[in-house]
C-alpha cells in the first residue's frame, strides 16, 4: 500500500493568509550581558542595538515586543503585531484578520554551528515579534499522482500577500513569507546590511540593500509532469495546469547547487568570521533550514513536509456534502489510488477515524521524496 505519509504530505488544507498598520515609538534597553558589537565587512557595519535586551512598543499599531537578555538565552514575549503599515485585510486572496497573539520565543545568545542543514517551518523571527514562515501549507494535486507545494511569491493562485511579502493565518497571525519591506525601513540603519531578526538556532537574520549576497538556488532544466490537476481550499477550487518550464510557482521548480551563489542552502553565510542568515529578494527569500543546534521542538521533517494536513483538514478539504466522511467520488490523487485499502470496513465511506489509522500505519514506512523531485 502507498505510504499514507505522501498523502497527508501532498493534500494540504487551503489555509489563508494575510496582514494590518503602522508607526513607530522605539525604546530600548541594554543590560550589558553580551557583546553588542557585531562584525562585518568594512563600510557596512550593522544597526546593533537589538543584541542586548529592549522594549519595542509603538501605539499606533499596538505592538508590544519585549526582549530580555539573560545569561545565554535571548527571552522575546511578544503580542506579534507589526510595526509598521500592511496591506488591506481580509482581501479576496486572504479571508482573515490580524489579531494580536501570546507568544514567548526562546534563543540562545551563543549559537553553535553545526554544519547541518535542519529544514524548519519558522526558521526565525523578526526583531519586532513577526514570524517568518517562507513556506506554504498549499498543495496542487493531480490525478496522475504528482503533488506541488505552491509558493507564496508567484502568480499562479492570489494568496493575499500584502507589499510585506506577508499576509495572515485564520488565526490572526501576521507573517512573513519574503522580504519584509516596511519593517526593514523602519530598522535601517543607512548601512548595507539591516539586522532585521534571529533564527531559531541563534544566529542573526540580515537584509542587504545592495542585494550583494546571492542565493545559490536555481530554476530547474525540462517541464513538469502532470495531469488533471487542482487546488482547492475551504472556499475555492481551481483547475490548475502544471505543465510546461519550471518557472517559481512551486518549491519543487529549484534546486540547490552549490557555489552558485554566495549563500548556502539555508541562505546563510558567514562574513568576517560571523555566521547569518540573509532575507533575499530572490528564491528561496528566507530559508527553509537553519545550520545551528535548535530545540527539539522548533525542529521539523525535511523536505518541507511539516506541514501536511491533519485527518480532520482533509476529511474538510475534500467533503463536498458536508457529511463528515469521503466517498470515492469525492477523492482525488493518491488517496483515491487507495481508498478501498483505507476503507477498512469497506462501506463505501472513508472516516476521519479510518484515515487516521491509515496514517500511523504510513508513518511508520519510510517517507518517500516528493514525486516531482526538487525541494519544497
Given at each position: 500500500?502507498?505510504?499514507?505519509?505522501?498523502?497527508?504530505?501532498?493534500?494540504?488544507?487551503?489555509?489563508?493568509?494575510?496582514?494590518?498598520?503602522?508607526?513607530?515609538?522605539?525604546?530600548?534597553?541594554?543590560?550589558?550581558?553580551e557583546e553588542h558589537s557585531h562584525d562585518?565587512?568594512?563600510?557596512?557595519?550593522?544597526?546593533?542595538?537589538y543584541y542586548g535586551s529592549?522594549?519595542?512598543?509603538?501605539?499606533?499599531?499596538?505592538?508590544?515586543?519585549?526582549?530580555?537578555?539573560?545569561?545565554?538565552?535571548?527571552?522575546?514575549v511578544t503580542n506579534s503585531l507589526p510595526n509598521h503599515e500592511t496591506g488591506t485585510f481580509p482581501n479576496p486572496g486572504n479571508p482573515n484578520i490580524i489579531a494580536s497573539q501570546d507568544i514567548t520565543y526562546e534563543f540562545p545568545v551563543t549559537p553553535k554551528y553545526t554544519g547541518k542543514a535542519q529544514w524548519m517551518r519558522e526558521p526565525g523571527v523578526a526583531l519586532n515579534g513577526i514570524k517568518f514562515e517562507?513556506?506554504?501549507?498549499?498543495?496542487?494535486?493531480?490525478?496522475?499522482g504528482e503533488n506541488y507545494r505552491v509558493e507564496a511569491i508567484q502568480d499562479v493562485i492570489d494568496l493575499g500577500l500584502d507589499f510585506n511579502h506577508a499576509h495572515v493565518q485564520p488565526t490572526g497571525a501576521y507573517h512573513y513569507h519574503g522580504t519584509p519591506t516596511s519593517m526593514i525601513s523602519k530598522f535601517d540603519s543607512g548601512q548595507d546590511l539591516v539586522h532585521i531578526g534571529f533564527a531559531h538556532d541563534g544566529f542573526p537574520m540580515y537584509y542587504s540593500k545592495s542585494g550583494q549576497y546571492k542565493p545559490s538556488f536555481k530554476l530547474l532544466d525540462g517541464t513538469r509532469a502532470g495531469e488533471d490537476c487542482t487546488y482547492d481550499n475551504p472556499k475555492q477550487h481551481m483547475d490548475i495546469s502544471v505543465g510546461g518550464h519550471?518557472?517559481?510557482?512551486?518549491?519543487?521548480?529549484?534546486?540547490?547547487?552549490?557555489?552558485?551563489?554566495?549563500?548556502d542552502e539555508c541562505n546563510?553565510?558567514?562574513?568576517?568570521?560571523?555566521?547569518?542568515?540573509?532575507?533575499?529578494?530572490?528564491?528561496?527569500?528566507?530559508?527553509?533550514c537553519v545550520m545551528g543546534e535548535v530545540e527539539a521542538e522548533q525542529q521539523?521533517?525535511?523536505?518541507g513536509q511539516g506541514d501536511r494536513p491533519d485527518s480532520a483538514q482533509i476529511i474538510e478539504q475534500m467533503d463536498a456534502n458536508k457529511d463528515g466522511k469521503l466517498s470515492l467520488k469525492e477523492v482525488?490523487?493518491?488517496?483515491?489510488?487507495?481508498?478501498?485499502?483505507?476503507?477498512?470496513?469497506?462501506?463505501?465511506?472513508?472516516?476521519?477515524?479510518?484515515?487516521q489509522k491509515a496514517s500511523k500505519v504510513g508513518d511508520q514506512g519510510p517517507r518517500r521524496e516528493p514525486s516531482q523531485g526538487g525541494r519544497n
Open positions: 500500500m502507498k505510504t499514507i505519509f505522501k498523502i497527508l504530505a501532498g493534500i494540504a488544507i487551503g489555509f489563508l493568509f494575510g496582514c494590518n498598520s503602522q508607526k513607530k515609538s522605539t525604546t530600548h534597553s541594554h543590560d550589558g550581558s562585518v565587512e568594512p563600510g557596512v557595519e550593522t544597526i546593533d542595538d529592549y522594549d519595542l512598543e509603538d501605539s499606533a499599531f499596538g505592538t508590544k515586543t519585549k526582549v530580555t537578555v539573560v545569561g545565554d538565552t535571548r527571552v522575546m517562507p513556506q506554504t501549507a498549499e498543495v496542487v494535486v493531480c490525478d496522475t519550471h518557472d517559481g510557482t512551486y518549491g519543487s521548480d529549484y534546486e540547490y547547487v552549490a557555489g552558485y551563489g554566495d549563500l546563510g553565510i558567514t562574513v568576517a568570521g560571523k555566521y547569518m542568515y540573509l532575507v533575499t529578494s530572490q528564491f528561496p527569500y528566507v530559508g527553509r521539523g521533517p525535511p523536505n482525488k490523487g493518491p488517496l483515491k489510488e487507495d481508498f478501498s485499502k483505507i476503507d477498512a470496513n469497506s462501506n463505501g465511506f472513508i472516516t476521519k477515524e479510518e484515515l
